[in-house]
């Protein structure tokens, strides 16, 4: 446009006039012709306007690489990987880390969710304090010498702490209380006539979880039960969220002989899961961090 020349006067309208009316600096057209009309030596590189930080995106790519595959987890996004580098002293923008990723494909895989009505968003299921509410749920996998297996979980909705987890052949009403029991033994110290009053239960509408028999065991217990809206799983989204977790980094990358081996293998996930999986919610603390650390507030105040 600066090249054209005016019908009236026959001379061109120039750079600067072009600017000025198009309201845009002179100094992004030279930039471009550098970049476009230069020398490929002489080039600017290509990327983010700006000092780069501690160290150049190379550097920083290899130590995001390297939490990576320093983290005992799969598909971890990058919030958590900035958080583990400054964990490590390494103090870099979250929006760069998001940059490096998305350019090199390291970033977590999204799933595409659906539209729902308020029912399933009015209020919270997120406590103020451990052990006010929990989550139970069941997932399937297969073992190579007993076949199919379920495996029932217990979550605090507080922390996201899995207090409870049990792998099983059959998946009866009975089976599904061993993640309750194991959660109240642990947490409350014994397994006894409402030992457990004032905690809340969430499940969905399961035949295990409103059969007659599990209903009546956790009112024992003084568990009060809380069942989710039909067909919102997001109702029961933290025993849903640590779940998916647990797919990831343990039930589709390895293959157990027996349901017994299976077992085994949840329990010490379970540990490495509360001590090791920090959570964005919690301030980038793991779940166990936030229990002993909301534990501990109660007692000060009281």
């Known amino acids: 446009m600066s090249q054209t020349h005016s019908p009236s006067g026959g001379r061109r309208y120039g750079l600067q006039r072009v600017c000025r009316v198009w309201n845009r600096p002179r100094s992004t057209v030279y930039?471009?012709?550098?970049?476009?009309?230069?020398?490929?030596?002489?080039?600017?590189?290509?990327?983010?306007?700006?000092?780069?930080?501690?160290?150049?995106?190379?550097?920083?790519?290899?130590?995001?690489?390297?939490?990576?595959?320093?983290?005992?987890?799969?598909?971890?996004?990058?919030?958590?990987?900035?958080?583990?580098?400054?964990?490590?002293?390494?103090?870099?923008?979250?929006?760069?880390?998001?940059?490096?990723?998305?350019?090199?494909?390291?970033?977590?895989?999204?799933?595409?969710?659906?539209?729902?009505?308020?029912?399933?968003h009015d209020g919270t299921i997120i406590p103020e304090r451990p052990h006010v509410m929990w989550g139970t749920d069941l997932t399937g996998t297969m073992t190579v010498q007993d076949g199919h297996a379920a495996v029932f979980v217990a979550v605090d909705h507080y922390s996201g702490e899995c207090v409870g987890i049990h792998a099983c052949i059959t998946a009866t009403r009975f089976e599904a209380l061993e993640p309750i029991r194991q959660g109240v033994r642990d947490h409350f110290g014994a397994f006894g006539r409402e030992v457990a009053n004032g905690l809340s239960l969430r499940h969905d509408h399961g035949s295990q979880y409103v059969s007659k028999h599990f209903q009546n065991e956790i009112k024992f217990l003084g568990i009060t039960p809380s069942p989710a809206f039909v067909r919102e799983p997001e109702g029961n989204g933290c025993a849903e969220r640590f779940i998916r977790t647990l797919k990831e980094n343990l039930l589709w990358v390895r293959t157990f002989q027996t349901v017994e081996e299976l077992r085994q293998g949840l329990l010490e996930f379970k540990e490495i899961y509360n001590q090791q999986w920090i959570i964005e919610r919690l301030g980038y603390r793991t779940p166990a961090q936030a229990r002993k650390e909301a534990c501990i507030s109660v007692e000060v105040a009281a």
């Open 31 to 120: 930039e471009q012709r550098k970049r476009l009309n230069g020398p490929p030596e002489l080039r600017p590189a290509a990327g983010k306007r700006g000092p780069e930080g501690p160290c150049r995106d190379e550097k920083l790519l290899g130590h995001i690489q390297a939490v990576l595959a320093d983290s005992p987890f799969h598909g971890e996004g990058h919030r958590k990987v900035w958080a583990r580098l400054r964990f490590q002293g390494i103090r870099t923008s979250r929006d760069r880390v998001r940059r490096l990723m998305r350019e090199h494909g390291l970033q977590a895989p999204q799933r595409a969710g659906h539209r729902h009505g308020p029912k399933a």
